[in-house]
């Protein structure tokens, strides 16, 4: 009889560990796509709408507008957070999924047949706007899930920043190869990149959709919510509950995404029309740094999750929230000696201090919510982030160069994120290695960050 029980539980921790395989994969392709469509609107901004869709503004004042559509998308996603963690929190982690997953892509598809300035005027900026505002809405529901489904498959507590870090590793693929469609078609289109050559891009993300629906479609609902859904402990109104229960959870969570935010866009994205326009370097050695900077991120993502399983989730963040914060002055130091070696060398480099924050950010943010609210409220404090930081970053970078006319300006900025979300983090309640499936609510109120030690 032992032995037949012995056989049933292998059997089961055998089924369970080719889910969590499943259910890591499922995750970090689709959010590779949905960064993939989103960073690609990121590189384009910079390389081509100021000059398609304002051409008649001055150079740095378009960039400005088309940093400002640019915007919108982060501005949506906070949106797309409260709908979908609303759906991901009442009818699973799966189904939300594979709706914003659609939205997302068919959103980004759409981009690549919107007219120009010169056909339709100012209409296409607006068509733009409104397409970016959906690409929003379907980032903003799509980490959370994409989190949860990976960590909450995890059968032990002790490498859940590991696997957490996971879908995080979406990020620098889907602007690894976002980056390298742009880079291919310019080489392919040439001289015609700006009148076809952008566009093509936009129409090969309804191929990776495709690919990423049909691997979503065949993974299963994550064990916390199938037990949360048994024991009929699902709320009514997941959103509007973690508001009132948790808002300080949510605030400490978008404060302590600041120093990885606004860097990160200002790196990957302001970059190319700082690069390319002030220091005049070249468009390939700017989408080339970024490639490689992506590439490195492959591995430093999950090694930094890993490292927070081992050193404590807060301990990890905050040393690389004081990192983020002062590599913004060695940042400008390279790029500013227009050296191309060196401006290689500053790009690459740049996202070490993000991989730091983001490696263990996932895992950081998700923990500190009760099961029945974790996707309504990890969603709602990551995407808060993207208003106050990740949106308008690009936008403050180029004011602040307007009038400085020097980028340790910006760097200056950078140091402020760093200082805010190192305070961030050290407010935050620590989960490392803690028992997340039981409810966090018994006693008390859950704002308070102090909890996590008492459910060790």
């Given at each position: ?43 384009v901004t910079g390389l081509v ?152 891009p936009f129409f090969l993300s ?118 983020a914060g002062l590599f913004g ?128």
């Amino acid at each position: 009889m032992s032995d037949e029980r012995s056989e049933a539980l292998f059997l089961e921790e055998q089924e369970a560990h080719r889910q969590l395989r499943r259910a890591v994969i499922a995750s970090t392709i689709g959010t590779t796509i949905e960064w993939y469509d989103f960073f690609l609107y990121s590189i384009v901004t910079g390389l081509v709408f100021a000059k398609l869709y304002f051409p008649e503004s001055d150079p740095l004042v378009g960039t400005l507008q088309a940093f400002l559509i640019y915007a919108v998308g982060f501005i949506a996603r906070p949106v797309g957070a409260a709908i979908f963690g609303h759906y991901g929190d009442r009818v699973g982690r799966k189904a939300t999924l594979i709706v914003t997953l659609l939205l997302m892509g068919l959103a980004t598809f759409a981009v690549g047949f919107v007219p120009t300035y010169a056909s339709i005027g100012i209409w296409g900026a607006v068509m733009l706007t409104v397409l970016r505002f959906i690409q929003g809405v379907g980032v903003g529901g799509e980490w959370g899930g994409s989190v949860l489904m990976s960590m909450e498959w995890a059968r032990t507590n002790s490498h859940r920043g590991l696997v957490a870090s996971w879908p995080q590793f979406g990020v620098p693929a889907g602007l690894f190869i976002s980056n390298l469609v742009v880079l291919a078609t310019s080489r392919i289109s040439g001289s015609s990149f700006m009148t076809w050559g952008w566009r093509v891009p936009f129409f090969l993300s309804i191929v990776l959709v495709a690919i990423g629906l049909y691997i979503r479609l065949s993974i299963l609902e994550t064990p916390i919510f199938a037990k949360l859904l048994a024991e009929n402990k699902i709320e009514k109104a997941p959103t509007m509950e973690v508001i009132r229960r948790q808002p300080k959870d949510i605030l400490l969570s978008a404060f302590a995404r600041m120093a990885e935010q606004a860097p990160f866009y200002i790196f990957t994205a302001f970059v190319f029309a700082y690069g390319v326009k002030t220091l005049g370097a070249s468009r390939d050695l700017m989408l080339s740094a970024v490639l490689a900077a992506a590439v490195l991120e492959f591995f430093t993502i999950p090694l930094f999750g890993h490292v927070s399983d081992l050193i404590g989730r807060k301990r990890m963040y905050m040393i690389g929230a004081a990192c983020a914060g002062l590599f913004g002055f060695a940042f400008f130091a390279l790029l500013d000696t227009r050296n191309p070696a060196l401006i290689f060398l500053a790009v690459v480099l740049s996202l070490v201090p993000h991989s730091m924050l983001y490696g263990p950010q996932a895992a950081l943010i998700a923990e500190s919510f009760t099961g029945r609210l974790r996707y309504s409220g990890a969603s709602l404090g990551y995407q808060l982030a993207s208003v106050i930081a990740g949106g308008p970053a690009p936008l403050i970078a180029t004011a602040l160069f307007a009038y400085y006319r020097t980028g340790y300006a910006i760097a200056a900025y950078i140091f402020v994120c760093g200082v805010v979300s190192l305070v961030a983090a050290w407010r935050m309640g620590d989960y490392t290695n803690k028992d997340i499936s039981r409810e966090y609510d018994d006693a008390r109120p859950m704002g308070d960050s102090g909890h996590a030690a008492r459910h060790a």
